[in-house]
């Protein structure tokens, strides 16, 4: 079985702190990827990687930045922490290059609740 | 980025009672993926559909691609109190791998 693992279940940080969701898959997947999920909102995507280096923007990048440095972890780090950024935090991955096969499954984490007081 | 509307946003029903997702789409897609999260849990994959007018089915559930591949629907009969979660539907278009999630429907079923 696919195997997402999310550093972190719930974490409490303060206005202005430096924070990293760290992700892990097990699959040897291509395709990482950050959502947030918020009550009424979906998934909304935030970054993806279809590479080890290599990220894209997705829908909210804003406040947000990530890393790929080993291909099975993908980091999600927010600079500066506001209260706005409160929210449920999804890690995924799935199988696929780039253009290629549409339509892989996605895994995803178990999530992470951040608060940010 | 492509818009996927996801209907209705919550539902309640039942136990016993049948239940229906539905997930438009613009635009016409590639495919399409429905995924359920429980409560307190994560977003688990379901099934997806290709095929223009497929049809499949799993257990109590039947999930449908409509013809021109622009709506999907999930339907679930005799709900159970299992069946209780949210139900995403995800589509992708051209030549993207990355999915776009409706907002989805949350269901709630009472004994």
């Known amino acids: 079985d696919v195997k997402v693992t999310q550093s972190s279940r719930y974490l409490v940080k303060r206005t202005g702190e430096k924070v990293f969701l760290e992700c892990v898959q097990d699959?040897?997947?291509?395709?990482m990827f950050w959502y947030r999920q918020d009550p009424g909102l979906g998934l909304r995507l935030i970054y993806f990687s279809y590479d080890v280096k290599m990220k894209e923007k997705g829908d909210i990048p804003e406040g947000y930045s990530v890393s790929r440095e080993k291909k099975e972890r993908f980091s999600l780090i927010l600079e500066s922490a506001s209260t706005n950024q409160t929210s449920m935090y999804l890690c995924?991955?799935?199988?696929?290059?780039?253009?290629?096969?549409?339509?892989?499954?996605?895994?995803f984490g178990e999530g992470s609740w951040l608060t940010v007081v | 980025g492509q818009q996927v509307m996801q209907i209705p946003q919550y539902q309640h029903v039942q136990e016993g009672e049948d239940f229906t997702t539905y997930c438009n789409s613009s635009t016409t897609l590639s495919n399409i993926q429905w995924y359920k999260q429980r409560p307190g849990g994560h977003p688990v994959f379901l099934i997806q559909?290709?095929?223009?007018?497929e049809v499949k089915k799993q257990k109590r559930l039947t999930f449908q691609f409509g013809e021109a591949k622009k709506n999907s629907s999930l339907h679930i009969t005799a709900t159970q109190t299992t069946d209780v979660g949210t139900y995403f539907c995800a589509a992708a278009s051209g030549g993207s791998y990355i999915p776009t999630f409706g907002r989805g429907t949350s269901l709630i079923v009472h004994p």
């Open positions: 699959m040897d997947h291509e395709n």
């Open positions: 995924a991955s799935s199988r696929g290059a780039y253009g290629g096969d549409s339509g892989n499954t996605i895994y």
């Open positions: 559909l290709v095929k223009s007018g």
